[in-house]
Nanobody
Framework: QVQPVESGGDSVQAGGSLKLSCAVS??????MAWFRQAPGKEREGVAS???????TYAESVKGRFTISKDNAKNTLYLQMNSLKPDDTAMYYC???????????????????WGQGTQVTVSS
C-alpha cells in the first residue's frame, strides 16, 4: 500500500477558492476523507465520501466545501469556496479499504494517511 499524496494547497485571501487533490494507489476505498489540523489545535474531520458516493461534512464547512472522487483517476478532491482565515490548516486525506462501506464519523478507523498540503487563508 502506497500512501495517498495530497496537492493543491496554497495561500489565498479570504473569500477565495482552492481545490485540493489526493491521489490514492488503489481502486475504490470504502471510505475517503479530508482532515485538517491547525497549529495548536486537534485534527478534525472536514468531509468524507463513501464507496457509494455519499458525502458528509463538518458543520463548519457545510455549504462551502465539496468533496468528490474520480474513480477512474483514483483521485479524491476537496473544492473549497468562500475560504475564511479559520480554514488555515494542514489538510490531509485518508482512506480505508476494508470493513464497512459507509464512512462512520468521527472517522477514527482510516488506515492510510497522506503527508498533508498547507492551506493558508489571509484576511
Amino acid at each position: 500500500q502506497v500512501q495517498p499524496v495530497e496537492s493543491g494547497g496554497d495561500s489565498v485571501q479570504a473569500g477565495g477558492s482552492l481545490k485540493l487533490s489526493c491521489a490514492v494507489s488503489r481502486y475504490s476505498p470504502n471510505c475517503m476523507a479530508w482532515f485538517r489540523q491547525a497549529p495548536g489545535k486537534e485534527r478534525e474531520g472536514v468531509a468524507s465520501i463513501d464507496r457509494l458516493g455519499i458525502a458528509t461534512y463538518a458543520e463548519s464547512v457545510k455549504g462551502r466545501f465539496t468533496i468528490s472522487k474520480d474513480n477512474a483517476k483514483n483521485t479524491l478532491y476537496l473544492q473549497m469556496n468562500s475560504l475564511k482565515p479559520d480554514d488555515t490548516a494542514m489538510y490531509y486525506c485518508a482512506e480505508r479499504y476494508a470493513g464497512r462501506w459507509e464512512c462512520v464519523w468521527p472517522l477514527d478507523d482510516l488506515d492510510y494517511w497522506g503527508q498533508g498540503t498547507q492551506v493558508t487563508v489571509s484576511s
